[in-house]
């Protein structure tokens, strides 16, 4: 595609797949954190620290949308920047007891090379837009940083204090300089939520070791897979075309609006979602005929809902579908708590499979959810 007489990458190249299999690691470390924290606190470590992650891997989807590590010089700065995502994962798990500091050391580096690596380039904009862009993300490093050597309470505030600032930065100062490659910037986006929905298998394999093969243990571990399937479903049945098309068609500063609120703000919640769906099901594959304690029942339902209403915010943002019955169903599914904490795991399982299956073929019977009304670009 060209965009202001520069040609923006049409793909995505496989040191960027490398690269996002690197930063999927910090989800399954995520992951980890609500299995070794079901409650209240470990809710919130999460969201923190996805909070600002997700924030630097959007920042790394937009660099390299606009500058493509073609050169040696720029595949290696993003080397770097997987080494220090690398640390940074294995600082998760106890991130807030011990290893925040190193938590903050390889954020700081993260951020470091994404400024380096943008300021290579080529277009005036771009690198105006980022020069603005940079002193918001360094105050934001520099504050998790901070945290991270202060621990205890002061932690939580700056690491809370970084996200929200970051998250805001897009109302302050507009990404509008940014240009995006529809079809690259889709497909990356893609790339790292079929990965991340791929680990809720893995935790279903990591529940698995070392129990034995019975038909309770196929039942749920197949259970597991089927809504995993759904979340695929759910997100590549159509609502990745569409987004592409929607962007490729609105004009440079709407597009690039619409990429933040679409690809950040929407996916923040998906990917959320996955992380507290993989959770339960790594917990319930070794006890699929106990009740489940509240805080696993609310992360699969709560996953379940999250995932449905972060499409829903991707589907309005661009204006590719309706998604009323989705958010429809993000509700319903929290009635099926009950059957997790008073019956059985496996039976939460079951009733959050079948609405999301119910859902998925109301909608393929009724037609394509949109694509609705269409925005016409003057």
């Known amino acids: 595609m060209i965009d202001d007489g520069r040609v923006l990458p049409e793909r995505v190249s496989t040191l960027e797949l490398f690269f996002d299999l690197v930063f999927v690691f910090t989800i399954t470390q995520l992951t980890t954190v609500l299995v070794e924290h079901p409650n209240a606190t470990g809710v919130l470590r999460t969201v923190l620290m996805l909070a600002v992650i997700w924030w630097m891997y959007g920042g790394y989807a937009w660099l390299t949308n606009a500058v493509p590590p073609d050169r040696p010089s720029r595949q290696l700065l993003l080397l770097g920047a997987m080494g220090s995502y690398l640390v940074l994962a294995l600082s998760v798990p106890q991130a807030f007891s011990g290893a925040g500091l190193s938590f903050g050391i390889a954020y700081a580096l993260v951020v470091l090379v ?5 300021s290579r380039s080529e277009s005036a904009n771009v ?26 309470t002061a932690q939580y505030v700056l690491w809370a204090a970084a996200g929200l600032f970051e998250w805001l930065t897009p109302m302050i100062n507009e990404p509008s300089g940014f240009e995006v490659g529809p079809a690259h910037f889709v497909e990356r986006h893609g790339l790292v939520v079929i990965i991340a929905i791929g680990e809720s298998v893995v935790a279903v394999g990591i529940g698995a070791a070392g129990l034995p093969i019975d038909l309770e243990l196929i039942a749920v571990a197949l259970l597991g897979l089927t809504l995993t399937a759904c979340l695929w479903w759910t997100y590549f049945g159509g609502d990745d075309s569409r987004a592409e098309i929607a962007l490729a068609g609105a004009p440079p500063k709407p597009r690039a609006i619409m990429a933040v609120k679409a690809f950040g703000y929407g996916h923040l919640p998906i990917l959320l979602g996955i992380i507290a769906i993989a959770a339960t099901l790594k917990h319930t594959i070794g006890h699929a005929s106990a009740e489940l304690g509240l805080a696993p029942a609310l992360f699969l339902a709560g996953g379940a809902a999250l995932f449905l209403l972060g499409d829903v915010i991707m589907r309005h943002t661009l204006h590719i579908g309706q998604g009323r019955w989705r958010a429809l169903a993000a509700v319903v599914v929290l009635v099926t708590i009950p059957l997790g904490t008073e019956v059985a795991g496996v039976a939460q399982l079951a009733a959050v499979v079948a609405l999301m299956l119910a859902l998925l073929a109301w909608e393929a019977a009724s037609g394509p959810d949109g694509p609705g009304r269409r925005r016409r670009w003057s």
């Open 127 to 152: 690198t105006q837009a980022i020069s603005s862009l940079a002193r918001y993300n360094g105050v934001s490093a520099l504050m998790v940083l901070a945290g991270g050597i202060a621990g205890g």
């Open 114 to 118: 994404h400024m380096g690596l943008f």
